[in-house]
Structures are given as C-alpha cells and as structure tokens.
C-alpha cells in the first residue's frame, strides 16, 4: 500500500523560508515520477516540482524557479521542498504525488495516482 505522508507546512512571514518533507512508502515500483502540488483557496491544484527516480534532477515551475529547492534522503525514502524568499501567492496546501511511471505532463495533477493528506502553509504577517 502507497503512503506518502507530508509534513512541515505552518505560517510564514513574507520572505521567510519553509522546508516541507514527504515521506514515502509502500513502493513496489521501481521507475516513478514524485510530484508536488499547491492548491490555494478557490483555485485549481497547481504543480509545482517533480523529479523522476531515475535521476533525481528536480524541475520547478516558473512561479517559484529561483526560490525553492529540493533534496531526497533514499535511506528515509524522504523529500523535501524548501520554500525560500516566500510571498502571499504561495500560500495554499502542499501535496506530494507520485505517478508510477515516467510521466510526459508531470506538471498535470491528473498523472499522478497517489497522494499524500497536504500541508498547510500560509505566508502572512
């Protein structure tokens, strides 16, 4: 069974930083693409980075290219998202996602098959 848990999400001061975590478990595929996604408050669930496990080499989205990293620790089955120099925009839930193949839209939550429960971060003074 597929479980991807998320953590690390809470309020932030605009230009403050934020490390998310996603756990994962329950794999028994081997080549996969990992995703995270925000959804704001009226808004469509947007992707934000993905990786595939091949090689690990994350891809950003334009709106937060620049500001956000990431890293993965294999022997916790662990990523991260670090959420740098944060605005008011990226306020929203954060989910981890993992589709088990190489996806060709990996910014597309509709390729992704499973999900973790989100956390929360808000930007705000």
């Known amino acids: 069974q597929v479980q991807l848990v998320e953590s690390g999400g809470g309020l932030v001061q605009p230009g403050g930083s934020r490390r998310l975590s996603c756990a994962f478990s329950?794999?028994?595929?081997?080549?996969?693409?990992i995703g995270w996604f925000r959804q704001a408050p009226g808004k469509e669930r947007e992707g934000v980075s993905w990786m595939l496990s091949s090689d690990g080499i994350t891809h950003f989205a334009n709106s937060v290219k620049g500001r956000f990293t990431s890293s993965r620790d294999n022997a916790k089955n662990t990523i991260y998202l670090r959420l740098n120099n944060l605005k008011a925009e990226d306020t929203g839930i954060y989910y981890c996602?993992?589709?088990?193949?190489?996806?060709?839209?990996?910014?597309?939550?509709?390729?992704?098959?499973?999900w973790g429960q989100g956390t929360q971060v808000t930007v705000s003074s």
């Open positions: 996602a993992v589709a088990p193949y190489g996806s060709s839209r990996p910014f597309s939550p509709r390729e992704y098959d499973f």
């Open positions: 329950g794999f028994t595929f081997t080549y996969y693409t």
